[in-house]
Nanobody
Framework: QGQLVESGGGFAQPGGSLRLSCSVS????????IGWFRQAPGKEREFVAT????????SYADSVKGRFTISRDNTKRTVYLQMNSLKPEDTAVYYC??????????????????WGQGTQVTVSS
């Protein structure tokens, strides 16, 4: 059974940075996608970023493009989300997710089969 374990959440001031990690195990990742999603209180879970494991192709939500960077470390089997220029509206629980089947573009909730537990990110002065 595949498993995702998230870490790196916490507090940051506006304009600050955080780096989230998602350790993946139990998956053959070459042909799959890992995505980051977030959910704020009273809001729907929304797409943040995705990476195709094999080729490293990435895609970002418009709200984070230019500020967040998704990357992977093949040796550590870990996906990262580097979050720079943080804004209060980035406050949310952040989830990583893995596709275990073919995917279209990695931007939709329905493309993912396995989810991490979530990690809280709070941006406030």
């Amino acid at each position: 059974q595949g498993q995702l374990v998230e870490s790196g959440g916490g507090f940051a001031q506006p304009g600050g940075s955080l780096r989230l990690s998602c350790s993946v195990s139990g998956f053959t990742l070459d042909d799959y996608a890992i995505g980051w999603f977030r959910q704020a209180p009273g809001k729907e879970r929304e797409f943040v970023a995705t990476i195709a494991w094999s080729r490293g192709d990435t895609s970002y939500a418009d709200s984070v493009k230019g500020r967040f960077t998704i990357s992977r470390d093949n040796t550590k089997r870990t996906v990262y989300l580097q979050m720079n220029s943080l804004k209060p509206e980035d406050t949310a629980v952040y989830y990583c997710a893995a596709s275990t089947d073919r995917f279209y573009d990695g931007r939709s909730l329905s493309e993912y089969d396995t989810w991490g537990q979530g990690t809280q990110v709070t941006v406030s002065s």
